[in-house]
């Protein structure tokens, strides 16, 4: 069965930082475009970045534009987050998860999800 | 960047009920319209994709319909384990937004 599993959360500096990983079992990993979508404490969801499967096209929100950086292994089956200059409003649930339809272009709809890892940054 | 916007903000229902739930996107995204539910201490669950397409095992109670810009989310009787928080997320361009949820609790 398709899962995704994530890793690397916890507490951190301002300014520091952190990398996330998620690993992806049960399907054809480098067939899917991954998404890493965040929720703050008692907030909403926020879509924060997509790699395409073939990792050359990657959209980033404006939120953390400049600051994280996606990259995949498909011979591992793994999607990292290296999320560098972290701030208070970076502290989040982060969770993977894998696009519906596979191939090259890159959509939106996110039919699994990981159970996600907590980034809290605080001083 | 496509805003969502959803309504109402919560919804207090008895089971049994029909309920329907609203997404507005500020710009055209077709059909390109995901409805998620999400559970305290869960990740979101794929309820709908496409506007109007059930998702892989989900009850035939959930119906999504429109295009466009205005979609609605239908919930045919309203059963106790529906409780939670209700995303649309568009589907069409990157950033690949969500509106802010609808929370449907129970009377």
């Known amino acids: 069965q398709v899962q995704l599993v994530e890793s690397g959360g916890g507490v951190v500096q301002p300014g520091r930082s952190l990398r996330l990983s998620c690993a992806a079992s049960?399907?054809?990993?480098?067939?899917?475009?991954i998404h890493w979508v965040r929720q703050a404490p008692g907030k909403g969801l926020e879509w924060v970045v997509v790699?395409?499967?073939?990792?050359?096209?990657?959209y980033y929100a404006d939120s953390v534009k400049g600051r994280f950086t996606v990259s995949r292994d498909n011979s591992k089956n793994t999607l990292d987050l290296q999320m560098n200059s972290l701030r208070h409003e970076d502290t989040a649930v982060y969770y993977c998860?894998?696009?519906?339809?596979?191939?090259?272009?890159?959509?939106?709809?996110?039919?699994?999800w990981g159970q996600g890892t907590v980034v809290t940054v605080s001083s | 960047e496509v805003v969502l916007t959803q309504s109402p903000a919560t919804l207090s229902l008895s089971p049994g009920k029909r309920v329907t739930l609203s997404c507005g996107a500020s710009?055209?995204?077709?059909?390109?319209l995901a409805w998620y539910q999400q559970k305290p201490g869960q990740a979101p669950r794929l309820l709908i994709y496409?506007?109007?397409k059930r998702a892989a095992g989900i009850p035939a109670r959930f119906s999504g319909s429109g295009s466009e810009r205005d979609f609605l989310l239908t919930i045919d009787t309203l059963e106790p384990e529906d409780f939670g928080i209700y995303y649309c997320?568009?589907?069409?361009?990157?950033?690949?937004?969500f509106g802010p949820g609808t929370k449907v609790v129970f009377k």
């Open positions: 998860a894998k696009t519906w339809d596979g191939g090259l272009s890159v959509t939106g709809t996110l039919d699994y």
């Open positions: 049960g399907f054809t990993f480098s067939n899917y475009p």
């Open positions: 790699m395409s499967s073939d990792g050359y096209n990657k």
């Open positions: 710009q055209n995204v077709d059909s390109f």
């Open positions: 496409d506007a109007s």
């Open positions: 997320q568009q589907s069409r361009w990157p950033p690949f937004t």
